[in-house]
């Protein structure tokens, strides 16, 4: 994106956490469950020792709140628009 002189914010997540109805929002945007937004092969999501799929989206969100570590990364916005950058190609989309 810089690359190509494109603006950007960067959100520091890890220090300023995502908060549940933000999380819920990108969902919406991305037209996922909140389950596609977790890294479920991360070590710290195994150490979590959590049964996902017993969870409703709610709880994933909660869990989202709590161990931000464990959100799949990088998601990008563009107005109502949305992606997450895994593979790179996937941000091309958006511009």
């Known amino acids: 994106m810089r690359d190509n002189n ?3 914010t960067i959100i520091e997540y890890l220090k300023e956490p995502i908060s549940h109805n ?3 929002n990108i969902c919406q945007i991305l037209a996922i469950t ?3 937004l977790v890294r479920t092969n991360d070590k710290y999501f195994k ?3 959590v049964n996902i ?3 409703n989206s709610d709880e994933i969100l909660e869990l989202l709140v709590n161990h931000p570590k464990i959100l799949e990364r990088p998601i990008i916005v563009k107005n ?3 992606v997450i950058g895994r593979p790179p190609e996937n941000v091309e989309k958006l511009f």
Do not use: G, V
């Open 34 to 36: 909140p389950i596609e």
């Open 80 to 82: 109502n628009d949305a």
């Open 47 to 49: 150490t979590l020792n």
């Open 6 to 8: 494109i603006n950007f």
């Open 53 to 55: 799929s017993s969870m």
């Open 22 to 24: 933000e999380l819920h």
